[in-house]
């Protein structure tokens, strides 16, 4: 097989088709798993709509290697252990242990608080890491401007967040996170992604096309853009206790509890 990259972000909500003599949809690419201890993407969870809009349906897990892309569809391969509970025997992985990257706080070695995943960038059909994009959760699609920290420098997920001290210091119980090296600090963010940065592009067309000063209202723009990323922020700390609580719970089979919990 070729290998290819992948962005978790763009391939979320993608049509999923499975089915040779008859293809059908089984659904949308609704989250990406991982494995516990490595950096690697075991697969993604499908979800269905509704049933009358008023009964869950559940999803399908399908693995990396388990689908192909053909236009702008995701097609489960018509091979055993590709999805559901056959593809998580053959990746050697119970669906209890598998874990969450997307919205995990990420964290230096030393504590330091970059944000959270908001994308990560994988290599098809080995599921391997290249990349995370991490800065403060997005609002909407845009965000305060992210990272692109590289596989090197991700140490790795741990179900016992940061170190004892700040988990004494915020007197609250410790949340999984995503820890990478303090190197990452040093990484260069990317503006061009920014809320500040969108809304001073659009604060430009506006005074332009007004005749009025362009700075004045960019200065305005910056205000709420700095006041949305505080937002954003605090969505950080939320999210680390959501996959807390949903660890342990990503297996499609286990009954409609998790759905109903959930809402998937």
């Given at each position: 097989?070729?290998?290819?990259?992948?962005?978790?972000?763009?391939?979320?909500?993608?049509?999923?088709?499975?089915?040779?003599?008859?293809?059908?949809?089984?659904?949308?690419?609704?989250?990406?798993?991982?494995?516990?201890?490595?950096?690697?993407?075991?697969?993604?969870?499908?979800?269905?709509?509704?049933?009358?809009?008023?009964?869950?349906?559940?999803?399908?897990?399908?693995?990396?290697?388990?689908?192909?892309?053909?236009?702008?569809?995701?097609?489960?391969?018509?091979?055993?252990?590709t999805s559901g509970k056959a593809a998580y025997k053959a990746l050697n992985l119970?669906?209890?242990?598998?874990?969450?990257?997307?919205?995990?706080?990420?964290?230096?070695?030393?504590?330091?608080?970059?944000?959270?995943?908001?994308?990560?960038?994988?290599?098809?059909?080995?599921?391997?890491?290249q990349s995370i994009e991490a800065g403060p959760k997005a609002v909407g699609k845009?965000?305060?401007?992210?990272?692109?920290?590289?596989?090197?420098?991700?140490?790795?997920?741990?179900?016992?967040?940061?170190?004892?001290?700040?988990?004494?210091?915020?007197?609250?119980?410790?949340?999984?996170?995503?820890?990478?090296?303090?190197?990452?600090?040093?990484?260069?963010?990317?503006?061009?992604?920014?809320?500040?940065?969108?809304?001073?592009?659009?604060?430009?067309?506006?005074?332009?096309?007004?005749?009025?000063?362009?700075?004045?209202?960019?200065?305005?723009?910056?205000?709420?853009?700095?006041?949305?990323?505080?937002?954003?922020?605090?969505?950080?700390?939320?999210?680390?206790?959501?996959?807390?609580?949903?660890?342990?719970?990503?297996?499609?089979?286990?009954?409609?509890?998790?759905?109903?919990?959930?809402?998937?």
């Open positions: 097989m070729t290998e290819n990259l992948i962005s978790a972000k763009k391939l979320t909500g993608t049509r999923v088709i499975k089915g040779k003599k008859l293809p059908r949809s089984a659904g949308k690419v609704h989250r990406f798993i991982f494995y516990p201890d490595q950096k690697r993407v075991a697969g993604f969870e499908t979800k269905k709509s509704d049933f009358l809009l008023m009964f869950k349906r559940r999803g399908r897990f399908v693995s990396v290697s388990g689908y192909y892309m053909y236009e702008d569809y995701a097609f489960i391969r018509n091979e055993k252990g119970y669906p209890d242990d598998s874990v969450l990257w997307i919205g995990l706080p990420v964290i230096t070695e030393d504590g330091e608080s970059i944000g959270v995943v908001n994308d990560v960038v994988f290599v098809l059909p080995s599921g391997e890491v845009l965000t305060q401007g992210t990272r692109s920290i590289p596989t090197e420098l991700i140490v790795g997920y741990s179900a016992e967040g940061g170190s004892a001290e700040a988990a004494e210091t915020a007197k609250k119980k410790p949340s999984p996170v995503l820890i990478v090296a303090s190197e990452a600090l040093a990484i260069d963010i990317d503006s061009e992604k920014s809320i500040a940065s969108k809304a001073g592009k659009t604060a430009s067309v506006i005074a332009a096309k007004a005749g009025v000063d362009a700075a004045a209202v960019s200065e305005k723009a910056k205000s709420a853009a700095e006041t949305a990323g505080a937002v954003a922020s605090a969505g950080a700390t939320a999210a680390g206790e959501h996959l807390k609580k949903t660890r342990g719970m990503f297996s499609a089979f286990k009954d409609a509890y998790n759905e109903g919990r959930h809402g998937d």
